[in-house]
């Protein structure tokens, strides 16, 4: 078994009803159940507010941020455990950002082997 | 949560009423804006942390303080406003009317230092540092 990380992106801004945020919910909760149930899911990972700083260089240069489009601000992560690289995207297919114009960002962690 | 517990739709108008209660019927537009907000949060926070123990409390604790925050802002803006239309506030008075401005200068040091009257922090309401040092 390998570590990734799912990077979530978008997905935050499109008009939702209360009935539409509820499947939504219901739908990461029965998603991140199957990932456990499965061995699949090393960590829940964090939400992540959408602006902070960024500090740049050596003269370390502080700068509000990262304010790039809403579509391609990570908006939370988690760790994941699969077998490869195709596997952890396999299962990221089923996360429910994706039904909501966001997309997952599937990064393998870097294996350090002492 | 139960599948099938409409927890958003149930909490919609129980927190706008509850926001107008505190806020005012005038803040009505307010309390609409904040909620709508502090479920937007919910969806961001619970979808990967999971729902909390109590939803509801933190649904409206997160509105309430989006509203104060807003409310808070509004005062400062207009503060600045009057503050900007009376030109004659920060002139040195003469000695003349010293006394008669004595009463405004205790009100605005009794608010400072005793009800905490601080536009930036807000966490304690009497700064009893403050107090000893005003008293000393």
Avoid at chain 1, 75 to 100: M, N, Q, R, T, Y
Avoid at chain 2, 28 to 50: H, M, N, S
Wanted: charged fraction near 25%; glycine fraction near 8%; proline fraction near 4%.
């Amino acid at each position: 078994m390998s570590e990734f990380t799912y990077l979530y992106r978008g997905g935050r801004d499109t008009p939702q009803s209360p009935e539409q945020r509820q499947r939504q919910l219901q739908k990461w909760a029965a998603w991140f159940k199957e990932l456990g149930a499965n061995g699949n899911l090393k960590e829940l990972g964090h939400p992540l507010e959408s602006a902070g700083m960024v500090v740049k260089g050596n003269q370390k240069i502080i700068t509000d941020g990262p304010y790039a489009e809403a579509k391609d601000v990570v908006g939370g992560f988690s760790l994941i455990e699969a077998d490869d690289l195709a596997h952890a995207v396999e299962l990221s297919k089923g996360c429910p950002i994706l039904e909501v114009g966001g997309s997952v960002e599937v990064r393998p962690i870097m294996q350090i082997n002492m | 949560m139960e599948p099938g517990d409409h927890l958003f739709r149930r909490e919609s108008g129980r927190m706008i009423a509850a926001l107008t209660r505190i806020f005012g019927v005038h803040n009505l537009a307010l309390a609409e804006d904040v909620v709508q907000d502090a479920f937007c949060r919910a969806l961001e926070v619970w979808r990967i942390r999971g729902i909390p123990e109590n939803p509801s409390a933190w649904l409206m604790a997160t509105a309430k303080n989006a509203a104060l925050d807003v409310l808070r802002r509004q005062r400062i803006t207009r503060a600045k406003k009057v503050l900007a239309r009376s030109k004659r506030l920060f002139d040195t008075a003469a000695p003349a009317d010293f006394s008669a401005r004595l009463p405004a200068v205790h009100r605005a040091l009794y608010l400072l230092f005793n009800e905490g009257y601080h536009g930036a922090s807000s966490e304690t309401a009497v700064r009893a540092e403050l107090c000893r040092e005003g008293c000393g």
